[in-house]
């Protein structure tokens, strides 16, 4: 059974940083492209980053470039993403995603709120 | 950049009804990268259908996707209790990849 679990979220001020993760099993990690995806409360989704099976591409939405690192390690089967400078607005629960295109596979995400 | 633009906003009907929910496209888009997602409270997205109109694994058939170019629609037949939740289109851009999501249809009960 294909399983993403992410962790590492909760409060921070303002200009914090945090470090997300996701554990992945049930699947061949190195063989997917991986997602991060956030929806802010009440809101719709946005997604946020993209890293390829062996991180040769990334990707980022514009509001996070120079700001978030995506990153993942093939032999620990765990994608990351690393969160600096962070913003009010960079509350959000944050989801990894598997795939390229559509993801038919989520975890149950992890909150990230933004607050002094 | 696409804009996806959902319609209604909220859609208000009883089990047993046919459900009509759209997607509207700035631009034309790729037909194979044009999906849909159901979610419910507190849960992550499910993949219901991608391609336009493939099912996603799992997915009952009283779920169909149609469409092309700009104009996509997600129908649900027949309305199940469970079925009431908020339901997001999608596209995806492969160079460089990029995913768009509609601000969502919430299907509620009339």
């Known amino acids: 059974e294909v399983q993403l679990v992410e962790s590492g979220g909760g409060l921070v001020k303002p200009g914090g940083s945090l470090r997300l993760s996701c554990a992945a099993s049930?699947?061949?990690?190195?063989?997917?492209?991986m997602n991060w995806v956030r929806q802010a409360p009440g809101k719709g989704l946005e997604w946020v980053s993209a890293?390829?099976?062996?991180?040769?591409?990334?990707y980022y939405v514009d509001s996070v470039k120079g700001r978030f690192i995506i990153s993942r390690d093939n032999a620990k089967n765990a994608l990351y993403l690393q969160m600096n400078s962070l913003r009010a607005e960079d509350t959000a629960v944050y989801y990894c995603a598997r795939g390229v295109g559509v993801s038919g596979y989520w975890g149950q995400g992890t909150l990230v709120t933004v607050s002094s | 950049e696409i804009v996806l633009t959902q319609s209604p906003g909220t859609l208000s009907l009883s089990p047993g009804e046919r459900a009509t929910l759209s997607c509207r496209a700035s631009q034309s888009v790729s037909s194979n990268f044009l999906a849909w997602y159901q979610q419910k409270p507190g849960q992550a997205p499910r993949l219901l259908i991608y391609?336009?109109?493939t099912r996603a694994t799992g997915i009952p058939d009283r779920f169909s996707g149609s469409g092309s170019g700009t104009d996509f629609t997600l129908t649900i037949s027949r309305l199940e209790p469970e079925d009431f939740a908020v339901y997001y289109c999608?596209?995806?851009?492969?160079?460089?990849?990029?995913?768009?999501f509609g601000q969502g249809t919430k299907l509620e009960i009339k």
């Open positions: 391609g336009v109109s």
């Open positions: 049930g699947f061949t990690f190195s063989g997917h492209s």
């Open positions: 999608q596209h995806y851009t492969s160079s460089p990849p990029r995913y768009t």
């Open positions: 890293i390829s099976r062996d991180s040769s591409y990334i």
